[in-house]
């Protein structure tokens, strides 16, 4: 199997703020793009990923929180309940965490990367996970969710990403292995 390496599309890419179509059936070119999306989540070390984040406005996710990857294909939540605030990063919106209130336990319907039809009920941080890819799939990013307050603060932030200049930005890499122990702190995971 050829698992390339995917480039992050990062904030200001129009493709980011595009509605995902759905797939039809999971054919030869999903086959080829999950596995690479899987590899590339990893080699960010983020714990989620939807397809419009390397470029593909479909809709397809991989997520990832230290139990294996899963893959959902035309995701819709049927079912939510309880409500968790937690911050966030994106892989797109390096430096920024945005903290996000959002149910804590959702059912899902979609179809998995065998063409199956799956109803699985998520909690906690792969909710989490799987709805801010969700979000991504409709558009939507992170910093929609700022407050004023904070989307004034971080507006030169964000135009540096848009413009390419990633190296004035502060480090910030949340990192997989750390999932727990920022649970514990209550702090995010970037997806
Ligand atoms: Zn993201």
Redesign the pocket.
């Known amino acids: 199997m050829i698992i390339t390496k995917l480039k992050i599309r990062l904030y200001g890419d129009p493709v980011l703020r595009q509605k995902s179509l759905p797939v039809k059936t999971v054919g030869p070119a999903e086959r080829m793009l999950i596995p690479s999306m899987i590899e590339t989540m990893y080699q960010h070390k ?1 714990i ?3 397809a419009p ?1 390397i470029g593909i406005s479909e809709q397809i996710l991989v997520a990832d929180i230290g139990e294996g990857p899963v893959v959902l294909i035309n995701p819709q939540i049927i079912k939510k309940s309880g409500s968790d605030k937690m911050e ?6 390096p430096g920024i965490v945005v903290k996000i209130t959002r149910p804590n336990k959702i059912v899902v319907r979609y179809i998995n990367e065998y063409n199956e039809p799956v109803q699985r009920e998520f909690g906690e941080l792969f909710a989490r996970v799987i709805q ?2 969700m ?2 799939l409709k558009g939507k ?2 910093i929609d969710y700022a407050s004023l307050s904070q989307q004034i603060k971080i507006k030169k932030h964000l135009k540096a990403i848009e413009e390419g200049r990633l190296q004035d930005l502060p480090q910030t890499a949340p990192i997989r292995s750390r999932i727990k122990e920022e649970l514990n702190k209550e702090k995010g995971v ?2």
């Not at 966030?88 to 919106?93: M, V």
Request: hydrophobic share 35%; aromatic share 0%.
């Open positions: 983020g989620g990923l939807a984040q966030e990063g994106c892989l797109s919106i801010h890819e979000d991504h990013l992170i970037s997806a």
